[in-house]
């Protein structure tokens, strides 16, 4: 091969193995925990250009962690003490600083060489030996440590450490450093700190070096009491700095000036944080022993230690007989200061350690409380454990709160317990129960052979939780005092005495607190099975005697013994069927957890709740699977409040299973007992809420559509009282004109034309507002219909004119002659659209002039007008912070003299709806002093004129008159009925109520009754009925029966219809309407009855034509859209009527009668009508019947409009 190509595949292998290096790393977000906000740092300009031209830092970590240094979490942080460091080195040199974490150490410094990063971190001198990285300024202290297991001796090791097997990390130092001290060693690599040193806290190495900021911290963490730190490492070492390649440039020296403004109490506030310190090593701590107890030490290697055998957590023996406790731990601190050993002899009290004490068959005695009682026989050391005096009792009493409640009252106390004076000569009324142990007092407590017990308060807070977390209290503290735990020895022992305290004076408070709190939180005590069985035991061996002695006796009584349990066992077996039955045809999911949570057992219903097997769920966590993480911290601490406090717990969540399922349920959770009284577990279960909270949720939904509805009624109500009182305003002001100049004799007919028209315009306006569907619904339906714009603006104006001059305003109307045609506009809204507009600029000005001009857009399209309508005024203004609130509902102008006009602010809002509507818009502008103008533009259709028409001739009294029975209890409305009545040529007979119409009518003949719907004593429904039934008794012609109400509403039509009327008249009535109705239903009355059409009627087009202008094409357009709809009409008929929709009929009817209404066709409005009232009916027949009337008449309809549309297309006339 030639030297090019392997040139080649060195290269790539080169570039292989730089691709897998940048492959590895994994991005990590560093997490410091300390900041650099008031430091600063001086760097030239050269150096801040240079980091600003870097933007990022890559820092370089590895895996596995190295704590406390370098810590790394599953959700992708790096923290630990070298990432606090790293985060003050980015806010002070103002960059990102982003860690990349590889697979080793080796990988690290792979990619530091290639540039792939800019530092590493956590160095403590390994890299010092490659040429091509340095070293920054060190920024944690730390020193070299040889550490040993536990169980080995304690003596300083010194090298070449011969024979020893010596772990280490092997990025740790160099090995040819390590291996030039310790020549004699063997030397263990590993991959990281963690599994060196468990190699030598078990026995796999015998020597661990290491350094001292991870070797302290993995000690306290993970390898307390296996591992001990022996000595200092006399090897040259560097402390913990960051690495960087030698060709980084100027950031080297960036690094080490940013770590030189670190103050020293930032360093120190770091080590804290992370437990980092001087070490102080065990053989180094104790201060110098005088020469006479030198000697001593030297000549007593091992003391026998006199210790209570169940006294925790001070002192105890575990199932392992292995001694534990505080008080073990400070005999190992003070073996590790001094060298002594211990013996350990076990004593039952305090009378076996003082005895034993004296006797000599111990040197010192541990744990041993100084009381009154043996102050002068010993020699007591300082006291390294110190406790309260608690007063326990049993949880159910709460009659005793203090030593002052216990007057009368036995307290179990500890036999020469230090407060038995205090208690004799302080409350003497308390009965004293003096027993052998703590543990004995609260016995007595638990059997209700005392009242109370005086235990510390740890031993307290131990027994309570041991024995019945739930039957057990402490209920205070008792004294000043509290119970000095130490060691004693007898009084010639001077020089162990003397080393006893200087050797506590070694162990720290710290240590001191952290030995304490840990066994207060942390006591567990596995007894053995002699010393938790010893009772039972040796009554066993007893009992087993006696059955020899009785052998036979006991062969028979085993023979009985076995049936009855066989019949025991059939029962149970019955019983555990009966509960499994019960439970699992429980038609709700119910489960048991043991003490832990761990799921026991389930019915079927839970199984088919989550969607799992038994086998998925039985051992595994009750909350796995079935609640979400939301919820789960709460489950579980309700689950563990049960276990613990005993109390049910009934309450709502939301429970998911698999699937992404999730509903509403009401869980319970039960404690379940053992024999013994001790609570083993959880019975739990759910019932599904979901319809409860789907029905509270609907009577929400019903009481919010309520309150709209509501506000719609309110707004609906403020909107009437804005617009009947313009017109109204119109009309009391004509009338009162005309009165005026009535008085003085001149008739003004002008006025009384204006105030007529303006009465039938509030009219009109009434009937559109009262509509109930609208007011409900909230819509506003438009009619556009043909309308001349002229005749609409002139009237209008008409109306503000009178008030206009009122206030000597001048009223300007400037009209385009091209807009003089007829166009499509629903009239009525157009007028309230200029009405508004006039009635503001008329109320807000004092002076000037109020002009309307309407004025024509030019347009592309002809059969269509683009209108503009200005009203300008001179009046005050409008403000830019008013003009943004006018268009909101009810709001008003705030300020100066426009607060004097109020309204009820819905005038705008309303014209701009309306022309929104109208596929328009609706624009204000407006200068403060100087006036306002707002600007209407409206696209409509345009319409041809009609043919001229000759004018309706005045209603004048003609054809035969009538006797007419007129009954109201309005005094007004008779005499204005009565009148026309008369006026019309009929005659008529008057009924102030109901009841005097009723014998009215029975004494006369009318051919015609019109009656008010709504009156005292006797309503005119209840005379209509009692009128119809007394027709049909004397099988009499029906008269013609008219409603007369003020309600225009369908409803009141329909209620008008089933009382036995003919139709109904809606107030006010004119004149015209009186004869046309009269006459109408009187010629239709003596023909038929019933209005019935055996045949489909011929359709009358009059209404189309004066709706297009007898435009052929229109006539046309609206036939084929009129014939279309009839057919989708017709299957939407059938559709409805099978699936017995009888709300979807009546409103399908209502929409037909519409069209019907366009063509006036009789027949297909009656069939309509028909339909409706069978749809309110219970009448299934008469459904029937309607439908197949209805159905048959469109389809008569049908063949109609397409002769209709066939002529058009013929061009013939339309007959």
Request: aromatic fraction near 8%; charged fraction near 25%.
């Amino acid at each position: 091969m030639s030297n090019r190509a392997w040139i080649l595949l060195l290269l790539c292998c080169q570039a292989l193995s730089a691709a897998k290096v940048f492959a590895a790393a994994e991005p990590y977000k560093v997490f410091g925990r300390s900041s650099a906000q008031e430091l600063n740092v001086s760097l030239d300009e050269a150096d801040w250009r240079w980091l600003r031209t870097k933007g990022v830092l890559r820092l370089g970590i590895s895996a596995p962690d190295s704590a406390p240094l370098d810590i790394t979490s599953e959700d992708g942080y790096y923290e630990g003490l070298t990432a606090d460091y790293v985060g003050m080195l980015s806010e002070l040199l103002s960059i990102r600083i982003d860690a990349l974490r590889y697979d080793s150490r080796a990988e690290a410094i792979e990619a530091l060489k290639q540039g792939k990063i800019d530092l590493l971190g956590s160095s403590t001198g390994f890299e010092s030996a490659d040429s091509e990285l340095a070293l920054s300024r060190p920024y944690s202290d730390s020193q070299s440590l040889l550490v040993v297991s536990s169980s080995s001796s304690n003596d300083p090791l010194e090298a070449p450490l011969t024979g020893k097997r010596l772990a280490m990390y092997d990025h740790f130092l160099p090995a040819e450093m390590v291996k030039a001290l310790y020549s004699g060693a063997v030397l263990q690599f590993y991959t990281s700190e963690l599994q060196a040193l468990g190699a030598v806290a078990f026995g796999q190495a015998d020597v661990f070096l290491g350094d001292s900021i991870t070797t302290s911290y993995l000690i306290n963490k993970y390898y307390p009491g296996h591992a001990q730190i022996n000595s200092f490492a006399h090897i040259p070492y560097d402390d913990v700095a960051f690495v960087l390649r030698l060709d980084s440039g100027p950031l080297l020296h960036i690094v080490d000036k940013a770590l030189a403004a670190i103050p020293s109490w930032k360093h120190l506030t770091i080590e804290r944080r992370w437990n980092v310190g001087a070490i102080s090593l065990p053989w180094a701590r104790i201060p110098d022993l005088s020469p006479r107890e030198q000697r001593w030490l030297e000549a007593h290697s091992l003391l026998k230690v006199g210790v209570l055998d169940d006294y925790p957590p001070l002192s105890f023996f575990d199932s392992n007989g292995q001694y534990q406790g505080i008080t073990a731990e400070v005999l190992d601190k003070i073996r590790e200061a001094t060298g002594l050993h211990f013996e350990i002899v076990r004593l039952r009290n305090i009378d076996e350690l003082s005895e034993a004490l004296k006797r000599r068959r111990v040197d010192v005695l541990a744990g041993f409380n100084r009381t009154a009682v043996h102050t002068e026989d010993f020699r007591f050391s300082r006291a390294y454990f110190a406790s309260a005096l608690a007063l326990v009792t049993k949880a159910s009493r709460n009659d005793i709160s203090g030593l002052v409640d216990m007057a009368g009252k036995r307290l179990a106390i500890r036999q020469a317990h230090l407060e038995r004076d205090y208690l004799i000569r302080n409350y003497p009324g308390i009965q004293l129960l003096e027993v052998p142990s703590g543990a004995r007092a609260i016995s007595l407590v638990m059997e209700g052979k005392a009242d109370a017990s005086l235990n510390t308060l740890m031993h307290a807070n131990y027994l309570s939780r041991k024995t019945s977390p739930s039957q057990l209290k402490v209920v205070g503290t008792v004294g000043d005092a509290t119970a000095q735990y130490a060691f004693a020895v007898n009084h010639g022992s001077v020089e162990m005495y003397s080393i006893l305290n200087k050797a506590l004076m070694t162990i720290s408070p710290e240590d001191f607190d952290r030995i304490t709190n840990r066994w207060h939180y942390e006591v567990t005590i596995d007894e053995s099975t002699w010393r938790r069985n010893k009772t039972a035991i040796i009554q066993g061996f007893i009992a087993a005697a006696l059955l020899l002695l009785l052998a036979l006796y006991w062969i028979v009584y085993q023979r009985k013994s076995i049936q009855r349990r066989d019949r025991a066992e059939r029962a149970l077996s019955e019983q555990m069927e009966f509960m499994r039955v019960m439970i699992d045809g429980t038609p709700h999911p119910i489960y048991v957890g043991d003490r832990e949570g761990q799921l026991l057992m389930c019915n079927a219903d839970y199984l088919k709740a989550i969607r799992l097997d038994l086998a998925d769920v039985i051992g595994k966590p009750v909350s796995l699977g079935i609640l979400g993480w939301d919820q789960t911290l709460s489950y579980n601490q309700a689950y563990a409040s049960v276990v613990e406090m005993g109390q049910p717990i009934l309450e709502d969540c939301v429970v998911r299973v698999p699937g992404d399922r999730h509903f509403t349920a009401q869980h319970w959770l039960v404690p379940f007992y053992a024999r013994d009284g001790q609570i083993r577990g959880v019975i739990a279960g759910w019932v599904d809420i979901g319809e409860r909270f789907r029905l509270v949720r609907q009577l929400q939904e019903a009481k919010d559509e309520a309150d709209r509805a509501n506000r719609a009624k309110t707004s609906f109500l403020a909107t009437m009282s804005h617009e009947i009182r313009t017109p109204m305003n119109a009309v009391i002001g004509m009338l009162e004109l005309a009165l005026k100049r009535a008085d003085k004799g001149v008739l003004d007919r002008f006025s009384i034309e204006v105030a007529s028209r303006s009465a039938h315009g509030l009219l009109e306006l009434i009937g559109d507002i009262l509509d109930v569907v609208k007011i409900e619904s909230g819509k506003l339906i438009l009619s556009p219909q043909r309308s001349n714009l002229r005749a609409l603006v002139e009237s209008v104006v008409q109306v503000f004119d009178g008030v206009a001059r009122q206030k000597g305003l001048q009223l300007v109307l400037e009209f385009d002659a091209q807009a003089s045609g007829d166009v499509l506009v629903d009239p009525l809204h157009f007028k309230q659209i200029i009405s508004n507009l006039l009635s503001n600029a008329i109320k807000f000005t004092s002076q000037g002039y109020v002009r309307l001009t309407l004025s024509v857009l030019p347009s592309t399209d002809e059969g269509r007008l683009s209108l503009k309508v200005i009203v300008k005024d001179t009046g005050l203004g409008i403000s830019e912070e008013n003009q943004k609130e006018l268009f909101k509902p009810f709001s008003q102008v705030k300020g100066g003299e426009q607060a004097i006009h109020r309204g009820s602010g819905l005038g705008l809002l309303i014209s701009r709806t309306l022309c929104v509507m109208m596929q328009g818009q609706l624009s204000l502008s407006s200068v403060v002093g100087e006036g306002t103008q707002v600007e209407v533009l409206l696209n409509l259709m345009k319409l041809a004129p009609l043919p001229a028409q000759t004018a309706m001739p005045e209603v004048e009294a003609e054809g035969s008159p009538l006797r007419v029975l007129v009954v109201d209890d309005y005094p007004a409305n008779l005499i204005l009925l009565s009148q026309q009545l008369s006026y019309l040529g009929h005659t008529v007979i008057e009924a102030e109520d109901g009841e005097k119409g009723w014998h009215t009518w029975v004494e006369g003949e009318f051919d015609v009754v019109i009656t008010d719907c709504n009156m005292p004593r006797m309503t005119g429904y209840e005379l209509a009925r009692m009128i119809r039934d007394q027709e049909q008794q004397h099988a009499s012609s029906p008269c013609l029966i008219l409603g007369f109400t003020a309600n225009a509403q369908e409803d009141e039509k329909r209620r008008c219809l089933e009382a036995g009327m003919d139709d109904c008249l809606f107030k006010p009535t004119s004149l015209a309407d009186l004869h046309s109705r009269l006459r109408l239903i009187e010629s239709s009355y003596e023909a038929s009855p019933i209005r019935m059409v055996s045949g489909f009627d011929s359709i009358n087009l009059s209404g189309l034509d004066q709706l297009t202008g007898g435009d052929r094409v229109s006539i046309y357009r609206l036939l084929n859209d009129l014939a279309a709809s009839n057919e989708e009409d017709s299957l939407r008929l059938v559709k409805l009527f099978g699936e017995l929709d009888r709300d979807g009929l009546a409103e399908l009817a209502h929409r037909i009668k519409g069209a019907a209404k366009i063509i006036k066709s009789e027949r297909l409005i009656w069939c309509c009508e028909q339909l409706e009232l069978a749809c309110k009916s219970e009448n299934e027949a008469l459904l029937v019947q309607s439908v197949d009337d209805l159905q048959q008449t469109m389809e008569q309809l049908t063949g109609v409009l397409e002769g209709y549309l066939e002529k058009l297309d013929a061009g013939d006339e339309l007959g």
